[in-house]
């Protein structure tokens, strides 16, 4: 929900991402109340949670001034690499949660934890990036209609945000349970043709087990995932819980994965020892897992019944801060907001002195432009119908690239057809109102376009 520069601050000397948040106008109160969180976030230093410096508003715009990120995003890691080991998702998993502890020690609720908001950096330090800037989405949300709106990933999404009920701690770590199933399998635990369907797979279904799928890792670990993907959030184990648990190293084996740079100690894991005992949730179990109240299900029945009618409010963002080279508009002239009026003298002066580019890897940016159409579909802005053929067209190409570099014969040329395909579809769109395109999509676009054309 917003646009990522990459800056520097002339009073340090150091270099700074800088986010612009909601090109529209702000409503005093989610303003406000962004300020006050965006105060408490500054004050949360912890090495798994990217640093926020300064905060302000000018012209109608938030803005944040973030540490810069060397690095990818999950996403993009996922995208490029697939699924991980168990060792991996271990070491990923303890830093994400040890950050998350932290965070809801001082009362900050994440409330959009995805791949894409979490950065890996070569050191293999993970940083999660976004705090606070969801709950300014929730603020936004219940002013924009008096029906309500909900604010999240769809597919990391808790079942109590579904039901329109508050974040809290709980739900941030069923989002992790999702992250930390999709780092395994190399899909989420649920998955349907429309966001109605897996909202109510949320509420309702179960997720099948990883070696349901095939995926073999250590029986406690995936206990762990599947009880984070608990429906009831009491039933969830906490952040530092988990954190402790997937960290502790007499759980695992010394020998390394390859792929991943380990991370440092206490964040290093190997092998998972069976005795080992898995978190307690945060109470006592009430009721099974598999079964719902009836009354849950006619809620959630009824959640998924607004959401049809179209009060589902996205903000995936896959590009964001994604790759430690942040997605910018397609601007050649551009400054950063001044500080808030009301902030201190100190404040850091900063400038915009570089354009981020976007990756060379035509299967991450394959994955970036589904998502950017899905988003634009959800967001009304592209017909359902047309966004769905596209998608699976996006898709087909990214199998062919993948089959390309697994048997080492080139599948550029199929690539391009279907990327060829895709924009004329939707230039047809746009020129027959059944699209609308944004900066940063057309931007996407070209990038695309430019990369499978020089493969050639």
Excluded at 132 to 153: E, F, H, K, N, P
Aim: aromatic letters at 4%; a negative charge.
């Amino acid at each position: 929900m917003g646009e990522v520069w990459r800056a520097r601050d002339e009073v340090l000397g150091r270099p700074v991402a800088v986010k612009l948040l909601l090109a529209g106008g702000v409503d005093p109160t989610a303003a406000a109340r962004f300020h006050q969180e965006a105060q408490t976030t500054a004050r949360l230093s912890h090495p798994n949670v990217v640093a926020v410096y300064d905060f302000g508003q000018a012209d109608g715009r938030l803005y944040l001034v973030m540490e810069m990120v060397q690095g990818h995003s999950l996403a993009e890691q996922l995208a490029s690499g697939g699924p991980l080991t168990p060792r991996e998702v271990a070491a990923i998993g303890s830093q994400t949660a040890s950050g998350l502890a932290a965070a809801h020690r001082q009362g900050i609720i994440h409330r959009d934890i995805k791949p894409a908001n979490l950065l890996l950096v070569p050191d293999g330090t993970v940083k999660v990036v976004d705090f606070g800037i969801a709950r300014l989405a929730d603020d936004t949300a219940a002013a924009l209609t008096s029906a309500g709106m909900i604010v999240g990933t769809v597919s990391c999404l808790a079942p109590e945000r579904v039901l329109g009920k508050d974040a809290g701690p709980a739900s941030d770590m069923y989002a992790l349970g999702c992250v930390l199933y999709e780092l395994l399998v190399g899909h989420p635990p649920f998955r349907a043709d429309t966001p109605t369907a897996l909202l109510y797979q949320h509420v309702q279904e179960s997720p099948l087990p990883p070696h349901g799928v095939g995926v073999e890792l250590p029986v406690e670990l995936e206990q762990l995932v599947l009880s984070l993907l608990a429906k009831e959030p009491e039933n969830r184990p906490d952040a530092e819980g988990v954190a402790n648990w997937l960290s502790a190293p007499e759980r695992w084996s010394a020998t390394p994965s390859a792929g991943l740079t380990p991370p440092p100690a206490p964040g290093r894991v190997a092998a998972m020892d069976r005795t080992a005992a898995l978190p307690a949730p945060t109470t006592r179990r009430s009721r099974s897992r598999n079964r719902r109240p009836r009354t849950v299900a006619i809620s959630g029945i009824a959640a998924v019944a607004l959401v049809a009618l179209g009060f589902f409010l996205f903000q995936p963002d896959p590009t964001d801060v994604a790759s430690g080279s942040p997605v910018l508009p397609s601007a050649t002239d551009a400054s950063v907001p001044p500080p808030p009026e009301h902030g201190s003298a100190t404040a850091p002066a900063v400038t915009v002195d570089a354009l981020a580019a976007l990756s060379d890897d035509p299967g991450v940016l394959l994955s970036q432009l589904s998502q950017a159409l899905s988003d634009a579909a959800n967001q009304g802005r592209l017909d359902p119908h047309l966004a769905h053929d596209l998608e699976r067209k996006l898709s087909e190409a990214r199998d062919k690239l993948a089959e390309g570099r697994e048997k080492g014969k080139d599948k550029t040329k199929d690539v391009r057809k279907r990327v060829r395909d895709v924009r004329h579809k939707l230039a047809d769109a746009e020129k027959d109102h059944e699209f609308t395109s944004t900066a940063e999509l057309d931007r996407l676009l070209t990038h695309l376009a430019s990369v499978v054309e020089d493969d050639s």
